[in-house]
């Protein structure tokens, strides 16, 4: 029997969109095998977009878009007119990839492109944390109203499979606590710090330099990229409704290469941890700098990598590391959640 085809709209075509264009071509053979025969209809940034409903030529269409060119300008389909109101309202796709860029203060315009597929029976997965952030319960009970799937894997620390771990592997059980490293830059600049002795603001620059840390790394060294994605795994995993306002964050800055020399003496680290906590049946959280031994299992996360421990009441403590980062893991990420959650 022939595969159906599941037909794929992609809102927002910045690197990680086209890694995951890149991914679906690369994977394409293989989900083929298993089940899964994809095909991108729409692919959609702010001044237009692509769309052919027999699929588009991904592997032509991101060799475009790495020239400069516009979507709008492609030959295959592209057009200026093309918007994702338009897109809604023909509704000839199943699966709503959205990637655009992140506003953690309204949750738009993603918040708006989510809930108007979801409203309309199409399964969304998306790699963007600010509509999760603020709206994950009221988006997730809309889902499961109109019986899809609302995909939130990416979110949380790109190919770390933090959230999935704690909807599948910890079944059953009543997850006590969180705690991560779970914002790559900062990791990797107190590794610098530690290992080669540079200042703060050398490791900065020397992280910018990899392109691990943006221009502005304000949230990454701020500890509010991490507290976002502690209160997203605390609000899917531990049914709390936790916002930005309910968590005490504490980043990096400041910190000495005396400090971390100190603490190496003592045989410990610094590490920047989120931690979610149930203490007398409410969720507490926090992010703070702090120094942990080598009897934490978050000690030896190197690098840029990230890391959650669970700790549950059947379980036991799971620990769940990645030392992957990059767009082309996030696309990965996204891809997973398609295959486990979309038929």
């Known amino acids: 029997m022939k595969n159906k085809v599941i037909k794929l709209a992609l809102i927002g075509f910045g690197n990680v969109g086209r890694a995951l264009a890149k991914l679906l071509v690369r994977k394409k053979k293989w989900l083929g095998k298993r089940g899964l025969d994809l095909s991108v209809t729409y692919v959609i940034s702010r001044k237009g977009g692509v769309y052919d409903l027999e699929g588009i030529d991904l592997d032509n269409l991101v060799s475009f878009v790495s020239t400069g060119q516009r979507l709008s300008e492609y030959s295959h389909g592209g057009t ?3 918007s994702f109101d338009l897109m809604i309202k023909r509704g000839d796709f199943d699966t709503l990839f959205e990637m655009s860029p992140t506003d953690t203060e309204t949750g738009d315009p993603a918040r708006y492109h989510i809930t108007s597929a979801l409203e309309r029976g199409k399964n969304v997965i ?8 603020l709206k994950y319960a009221e ?15 990416c979110t949380t620390g790109g190919s770390l499979p933090s959230i999935t771990a704690g909807i599948y592997d910890l079944a059953g059980a009543e997850i006590l606590s969180i705690e991560g490293i779970l914002n790559g830059t900062t990791n990797y600049i107190l590794n610098l710090m530690e290992n080669e002795g540079l200042s703060y603001e050398n490791a900065l620059k020397a992280t910018q330099d990899t392109g691990l840390a943006e221009s502005d790394p304000s949230k990454d060294v701020g500890g509010w990229d991490t507290a976002t994605k502690l209160i997203i795994l605390s609000n899917a995993l531990m049914n709390s409704d936790l916002s930005l306002d309910d968590i005490q964050v504490k980043g990096i800055q400041g910190i000495t290469p005396k400090d971390i020399q100190d ?4 045989g410990k680290r610094y590490k920047l941890i989120g931690k979610a906590e149930k203490i007398k049946g409410t969720v507490k959280a926090s992010v703070t700098l702090q120094t942990i031994g080598s009897d934490n299992f978050l ?11 669970y700790q549950t ?4 403590e799971l620990l769940v590391a990645s030392s992957a980062s990059g767009p082309g893991y996030a696309a990965a990420s ?10």
């Not at 998306?126 to 952030?133: M, S, V, Y």
């Not at 988006?139 to 894997?153: C, Q």
């Not at 603490?263 to 003592?266: L, Q, S, V």
């Not at 891809?335 to 959650?341: A, E, K, S």
């Open 80 to 82: 200026p007119d093309l």
């Open 299 to 309: 000690f030896g996360i190197e690098g840029s990598g990230k890391a959650v421990l």
């Open 126 to 133: 998306t790699a963007n944390k600010g509509p999760i952030l």
């Open 263 to 266: 603490a190496a003496k003592k």
């Open 334 to 343: 996204l891809l997973r959640d398609l295959i486990n959650n979309v038929k």
């Open 139 to 153: 988006l997730k009970e809309l889902a499961d109203s109109k019986g899809v799937f609302l995909g939130i894997g």
């Open 313 to 316: 009441d059947i379980f036991g």
